[in-house]
Structures are given as structure tokens and as C-alpha cells.
T-cell receptor, first 112, second 111 residues
């Protein structure tokens, strides 16, 4: 019940396309859902996050869509660029617990 | 910006050696974490700490220990390094779950 399942494991998209990465969770007590972006040789960095009281959040070209009833959330990257090539992690946590539960990661490649 | 500094980018150690991985953060964060990252397995939590001298086991603590004598420093110790501990080790700090800051990682090879 603590797991966060992330898919796909890897994704190749042409420049300008819209890659979509999906995550699903079981624990309805989760109330914070961040996405992290990791470039090779670097640690992950917080990209965007959402709370379950909204269904969508946008920051620049990055959008999180959240479906509370389905217990799923996804990351969309608009007008994707080769510089977006990275590994993306979704995560979830509960207010009462400072631990993040991580998805397994998606390696995204944007072809020029 | 918060900085999390890991003392080594690359380390090569021999089987059976005691290995110390150091992590220092400069923003007075209370929470610190050690993860290992392996291809296809994502981030796995080894140990974490919510306060000085306090530690909690994560999902894969076997073969590891930690030390937090000062708020800014969190050390990971491999008591007797083995080849299956070859991995990327990532340290993170946070004030809450709302934004972890990670170091750049230490790539450890045990031969």
C-alpha cells in the first residue's frame, strides 16, 4: 500500500512532442505528489508538485494532472526539447510523515 | 540556495574495507536522508535522520550504519564493503517533505 508505481520505465519522444509519464498509488492518505528531474551526474531536483485538492498544476511547459478517484497522477511536458532529456521520478507522502515514497523512475530521451 | 555537498564524486574501495561517505548541508535542515540508486530500481532509502543523534532505518539498512553528531553532517558507513554495495549513493536534506535537496551523488565501486 506504500508503493508508487511509475510507468513507462523509458520513453523516447521526438522534439516538440508531449511525453507523458504516469504514476499510480494505493494509499489514500498520501496528500503531496512531487515530481523530480535528474540529469546525468546530478542528484534529483524538485520540478513541480501537486496537492489532491486540485486536478491540474502548470509550471512553464510542465503540467501535473491528478485524478483522485483513480489514484493516479501524471506529468506532461509540452513542446519537449532535447534539454528535457533526463530521468523523472514521481513521489508521494503524507502530512504526518516526512518521508517521500518514490516511483522507480522514467528515463526520457527527446530526439532532436 | 540550499547546498548539499557529498565529499567524494567517485570512490573505489576493496571488499571488506570500512567506507565512510560524508554529506554536509548548509541550510539548517532538520531532516537528512541517504539513498542508493541502481538502474531499474529507482531510489531506495537506506537511513534517515530527523534530528541530531537520531536515526531511523529505511528500506535497505542491512550492511550500513549512519552517524549524525552535528545537524549539518550526516555520514553513511559501510561496515565491511561488499561488491553488491557498488552503487550511486545520494544524500538529501529537507525541512519537510516539501522539497528535498539532493547532493550530486557518490559513485562507489567495491572491487
Amino acid at each position: 500500500q506504500q508503493q508508487v508505481k511509475q510507468s513507462p520505465q523509458s520513453l523516447i519522444v521526438q522534439k516538440g512532442g508531449i511525453p507523458i509519464i504516469n504514476c499510480a498509488y494505493e494509499n489514500t492518505a498520501f496528500d503531496y505528489f512531487p515530481w523530480y528531474q535528474q540529469f546525468p551526474g546530478k542528484g534529483p531536483a524538485l520540478l513541480i508538485a501537486i496537492r489532491p485538492d486540485v486536478s491540474e498544476k502548470k509550471e512553464g511547459r510542465f503540467t501535473i494532472s491528478f485524478n483522485k478517484s483513480a489514484k493516479q497522477f501524471s506529468l506532461h511536458i509540452m513542446d519537449s526539447q532535447p534539454g528535457d532529456s533526463a530521468t523523472y521520478f514521481c513521489a508521494a507522502s503524507m502530512d504526518s510523515n516526512y518521508q517521500l515514497i518514490w516511483g522507480a523512475g522514467t528515463k526520457l530521451i527527446i530526439k532532436p | 540556495d540550499v547546498k548539499v555537498t557529498q565529499s567524494s564524486r567517485y570512490l573505489v574501495k576493496r571488499t571488506g574495507e570500512k567506507v565512510f561517505l560524508e554529506c554536509v548541508q548548509d541550510m539548517d535542515h532538520e531532516n537528512m536522508f541517504w539513498y542508493r540508486q541502481d538502474p531499474g530500481l529507482g531510489l531506495r532509502l537506506i537511513y534517515f535522520s530527523y534530528d541530531v543523534k537520531m536515526k531511523e532505518k529505511g528500506d535497505i539498512p542491512e550492511g550500513y550504519s549512519v552517524s549524525r553528531e552535528k545537524k549539518e553532517r550526516f555520514s553513511l558507513i559501510l561496515e565491511s564493503a561488499s561488491t553488491n554495495q557498488t552503487s550511486m549513493y545520494l544524500c538529501a536534506s529537507s525541512l519537510s517533505e516539501y522539497g528535498y535537496t539532493f547532493g550530486s551523488g557518490t559513485r562507489l565501486t567495491v572491487v
